[in-house]
């Protein structure tokens, strides 16, 4: 139904059914735990029970499977996605492959609850030897440094040598990159940053285009009771029609304000994937279909860094992102390591010169 239809239609109309007279555009969302059965032993329905199916998630993950181009799963958060995935394809002995640069919790989790190997690799690479690895679970464009690698090689070299790999598309959304058109095995998630975009929906989903992948997922979904509240995935659902205008704004405003803070004197560095000067960029312009509307950066040290947010009016000391307002979140503070000073700038829907003027002003006021 959407196929060729551009980003700002699909993200408006995937996942909802045909137009019928006298129903909403979006159906409301179903709250039940259990349902009217057909009395027919042995015959299979679409919902018996809360814990196994509800077609307020079904419309969801049709939308999102249709940006992803896979079959989503829906998760009640990003690490319940990614947690489940480790748990229904990794076992006890086997080896995974990590981003040492990647989300800390991902990390944290697979080194204390999981009884398996890992090998830690930064985002940049070298990937190389995949021998006697089950899973490569990549974050690209990695979270808080804002590195990649080329998905599209890594995924052969990883196939070639038995693995699966998942990608962590968070940041990127399924706007800015199409990991499983790239050869990835699963594309992984949390849906409470830009795709929902409202800072106010905990959610996370894995896409693959391999049926039986996915139905796997769903059955460590029933049984390890990872659902999603009908509300939440209804208000997700809402909010993902307006993804593309939030993104195309997001994306627009961390373009100038990269170009701006690199001549900054109170700014060490500035990475942004977007920037022809970026170590990123080459690899992120083959690969991505547009650049995130997050921007980091590093500052003299912590001091200065919480100086600088509290300094500026338009940003919001926070540590989620992919929202409309704009957040800073200086990532040291949350065991990331990273240098004290170093500020992730989430770019939000505020007018660009405003946020502009906002944070030179800001940075002004640390360097006096």
């Not at 070298?126 to 599209?152: A, K, Q």
Request: some cysteine; aromatic content about 6%.
């Amino acid at each position: 139904m959407t196929q060729g239809w551009g980003d700002g239609t699909r993200c408006v109309h995937s996942g909802q059914s045909e137009s019928v007279v006298g129903e909403p555009f979006l159906a409301g969302p179903v709250f039940a735990t259990a349902y009217h059965l057909d009395g027919a032993p042995g015959r299979a329905q679409p919902d018996y029970y809360a814990r196994s199916g509800n077609p307020t998630w079904r419309a969801l993950e049709a939308a999102i499977g249709q940006l992803d181009g896979g079959e989503c799963v829906l998760f009640p958060s990003g690490m319940a996605a990614i947690s489940t995935l480790l748990r229904a394809f990794v076992s006890s002995g086997d080896t995974v492959v990590v981003p040492s640069d990647g989300y800390f919790a991902t990390r944290t989790f697979i080194a204390e609850e999981m009884d398996v190997s890992v090998r830690h690799v930064p985002t940049p690479g070298p990937w190389s030897d995949f021998t006697g690895v089950r899973l490569v679970l990549l974050e690209t464009p990695s979270n808080p440094w804002l590195d990649v690698c080329d998905i599209r090689s890594l995924v052969d070299s990883a196939h070639a040598a038995g693995a699966l790999v998942a990608v962590d598309n968070t940041t990127a959304t399924p706007l800015g990159q199409q990991p499983l058109a790239l050869g990835a095995d699963f594309v992984v998630a949390s849906d409470s940053k830009a795709l929902t975009g409202h800072s106010d929906v905990l959610l996370g989903h894995v896409s693959t285009v391999d049926a039986a992948l996915a139905e796997r997922l769903r059955k460590a979904r029933t049984l390890g009771g990872a659902v999603p509240a009908p509300f939440e995935t209804w208000l997700a659902h809402r909010s993902l029609g307006t993804l593309d205008l939030r993104l195309a704004r997001q994306s627009e405003t961390a373009a100038v304000l990269a170009s701006a803070l690199l001549a900054h004197p109170a700014v060490r560095t500035v990475r942004w994937p977007g920037l022809p000067e970026d170590p990123a960029h080459e690899i992120a312009r083959s690969q991505m279909r547009r650049f995130p509307g997050v921007v980091t950066i590093e500052l003299a040290d912590a001091v200065t860094a919480d100086r600088f947010v509290a300094a500026a009016r338009l940003v919001t000391a926070a540590t989620s992102f992919g929202g409309l307002h704009t957040t800073g979140d200086r990532r040291a503070q949350w065991g990331d390591p990273v240098p004290e000073g170093l500020v992730r700038l989430s770019v939000g829907v505020e007018d660009t010169d405003d946020l502009l003027a906002d944070v030179i002003q800001a940075l002004n006021a640390v360097t006096t």
